[in-house]
């Protein structure tokens, strides 16, 4: 079988890179070692543990991809404020939309219901899926790519697009670098209920361990449900994962400082140890990186999908520029076009978010006190937090079409 272009990986970045590109006239493949299945949604079912934080950038991308209809006929639960502030010491900041005349700052919104949103528009399309088709063997073959599958099947295309995720089988098979390294932290997830309403409120709390975050969930009877992302090292991750439901309230609690009230219930618990990797390129002839195939990026602020919807928007935008005046697409100067637009952006994000992680993994004592002190005299400069706000809503940069107003 023969495409004019493959994407590997079908989740919410490859989904959108496919619907992206439904208008160029490719003869296009999209293929998943999963089902590519919508299941019928039930808005009482528990929460998905694994959430994102999409921001406004995000939102216009899948509302242009057609997609966010089906994202609100789920659940999803914006969010207007945003409370962070040091648990071992004083300092505080507060964000807010108003601050730069937005409704909200974003959504936070379980990874399932993204990725069905986006699975009904592709089924609904021409596009080519080939589900439950795992990737076994990549070569190049003249200007094509070879790529043969665990049960034998063999595709070929001249541009391979891989959006597998972070642990990347095209990214491993092409032979692509990477610089990598652990955090020497692992991440609790899980949704939680607790007494006081979250009101449409994103809250972290750095502790001596790591950050804890409190996202917002959405459901039209109850605000009382949060997901939680609880950053910590190795061994007390073990120790957490290990106990039983009440044990995990009362800790999370505490290390909360009860802010919400008390943890009343707490749903299924994933514990995901945290990697930053980086691609050293993202382009190569016939090949583009995207998602978290390209990059990983610590969750500390919810980036990691965002970056991701951007690179499908810039590549599909780049892509479709290139078809317009008949260049080969599969060209690297053509895909570097991409790879020149995105890779600084990520880079930054990706640098922002280590220095906010060791700073405020930091114990000695000038730095403790040079964090709070800094958050305090940032929560006084409006400007500067509504600088911060347009970055995390995504409004900033070299925005993609798809994305802009």
């Given amino acids: 079988m023969r495409a004019d272009l493959i994407i590997v990986g079908a989740g919410m970045v490859g989904s ?3 619907l992206a590109l439904r208008e160029q006239g490719l003869d296009m493949l999209l293929i998943d070692g999963g089902p590519l299945s919508v299941e019928p ?10 959430v994102s934080a999409l921001s406004v950038a995000s939102q216009r991308i899948l509302q242009r991809l057609g997609a966010w209809p089906g994202v609100l006929a789920r659940r999803s639960s914006p969010y207007a404020e945003m409370h962070v502030w040091d648990g071992c010491g004083t300092g505080r900041i507060h964000f807010s939309a108003a601050s730069v005349h937005a409704d909200t700052l974003g959504h936070i919104v379980e990874n399932r219901v993204v990725q069905d949103a986006l699975l009904e528009r592709l089924h609904d399309s021409d596009i080519g899926l080939l589900a439950n ?7 190049r073959s003249g200007d094509e790519w070879l790529l043969t599958l665990v049960d034998g099947r063999e595709l070929r295309t001249p541009l391979l697009i891989a959006a597998d995720g972070a642990n990347s ?7 692509c670098a990477t610089r990598e390294w652990d955090y020497l932290h692992h991440a609790i997830v ?23 975050a409190f996202l917002p969930l959405g459901s039209a009877l109850d605000g009382h449900w949060c997901s939680i992302v609880w950053s910590t090292t190795p061994d007390r991750a073990a120790q957490l994962m290990t106990l039983d439901d009440d044990a995990f309230r009362s800790e999370l609690g505490q290390a909360f400082e009860q ?37 990983s990026i610590h969750p500390l602020a919810g980036q990691g999908v965002n970056l991701g919807f951007l690179d499908a928007a810039v590549l599909a935008e780049v892509i479709g520029q290139a078809a317009g005046r008949g260049e080969r697409l599969a060209d690297e100067r053509v895909l570097s076009r991409y790879e020149r637009r995105r890779m600084p952006h990520n880079l930054a994000m990706m640098a922002a978010m280590e220095g906010f992680e060791r700073l405020f993994q930091a ?22 937090k509504a600088a911060f706000v347009r970055q995390a809503l995504g409004l900033s940069g070299d925005l993609p079409a798809l994305a802009r107003a």
């Fill in 190 to 212: 899980t949704s939680v209920r607790c007494t006081a309403h979250h009101q449409a409120t994103a809250w972290q709390r750095f502790t001596d361990d790591g950050p804890l």
């Fill in 259 to 295: 802010r919400l009230g008390e943890v009343l219930q707490v749903e299924r618990r994933l514990c995901i140890p945290l990697r930053q990797r980086h691609a050293k390129r993202y382009v190569e002839q016939g090949l583009a990186l995207i998602g978290d195939a390209a990059h």
């Fill in 41 to 50: 949604f039930d808005l009482a079912a528990a929460y998905e543990p694994r």
């Fill in 133 to 139: 088709a795992r990737l076994e063997r990549l070569r």
């Fill in 169 to 175: 089988a095209v990214r491993r098979l092409a032979g």
């Fill in 16 to 18: 959108a890179l496919a």
């Fill in 363 to 384: 114990d000695p004592l000038p730095l403790r006190w040079l964090r709070n002190a800094g958050l305090d005299w940032v929560d006084g400069l409006d400007a500067a």
